[in-house]
């Protein structure tokens, strides 16, 4: 349905105190002067922006930068040391990790339990036991920061306006979880929740290589295979939480059946474990793991068993670029361990394939952040809000149970 809304001045006002917030988090060395520039603010503005964040204890005045002009001298921006932190946690089928970062999504704690055979019960409880040895942790080492927010990445499918993962395959039947609920109780911290592939795609636009692009596709090779698309610089959401999916684009239109219902999807030819079970199959070894993917790559059986993944891939990113025009496409998850040719024969590939081939070069470029994209991911679910202007009023509350 379509919904027009006004915007409040209250909000505006938070919204441009997120923009300004953003370009220090997402930048070094920024003076108001830069960031007036950059955001269109006038000077004033930025000046009031930077005052009210200094005095609310996310921001520091850092240096002065020395100039030969005559007249104040720039004094650069920085995140406070004592700002809020953020949790981020991601729920993969595997396992449950949590994060600890600074709003410059600098590493400050990490931790992970593995899952056994989970109910909704024993999987709520180990998700509390990291975020309390988080929020602890976090607490002894610097008393005076508090946390800002909690970002949970997930598997799909997942209902990111309800906060409930629906009901992913292989996740020993849970459905219907309702993460954000329980955990807003528990902490009463705002809790925002994505789909791993898009929380992925935030941390790239936000602190990663996809930074210089307003419009990119993030795919990520794990499990399954799925992507997180941004456009004009935002998160495209869809219309139900089921976008990206591009593990169920058909490549072959009379192919394999597929549970989703349709032939031949991407994900029925490729995915992490058909990747290493035909390595095992040509090498004859049984303990494969994707770092062993360069090395591989060498012997001539495993460099065809690449070389077709990426002709495969190619043909569902053609159809994927000719429909959105990305600027770039950022290979994710485990799909950082394909060696570098690989990727450069898929940039190759689909570059010569796609509509506007010979009118622009579409970069293939790897994730920045390994194969965990998705962990940090989660606390750029927060990050995200806050620099939308989302988080700044239940910080000030400061209500929370923590
Ligand atoms: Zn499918």
Redesign the pocket.
Known sequence: MNKFFGINNAHIKNINRGLVLQCIACNDGLSRVDISKRIGLTKMAVTNIVNELINDGFVVEKDIVHTAFVGRNPVILDIAENAPFIIGLYISRTKVSVVVTDLRLRLQYQNNIIFRHETSETLTKKIYELVDGAINNQKNKNPKSIPLGIGVSAIGPLDANTGKILNPTNFFGIQNLNVVGFLQDRYGLPVFLENDMDAAALAEKLFGVGRPYANFLYLGITSGIGSGIITNGKLYRGTSGFVGEI??MSVSFDGIP???G?RG?L??YINLPIILQQLRDVTGKCDIIPKDFESLSKIDGCNAVFEDTVNKLSAALVNATNMLDPECIIIGHEGVYLPNKYINYLQEHIGARILSSGYKTLAVLKSSFGEHAPLFGSACCVLQKLFEGYVFDAYKKGDTNV
């Open positions: 593990g169920h597929c549970d989703c349709n999807c994900e029925m």
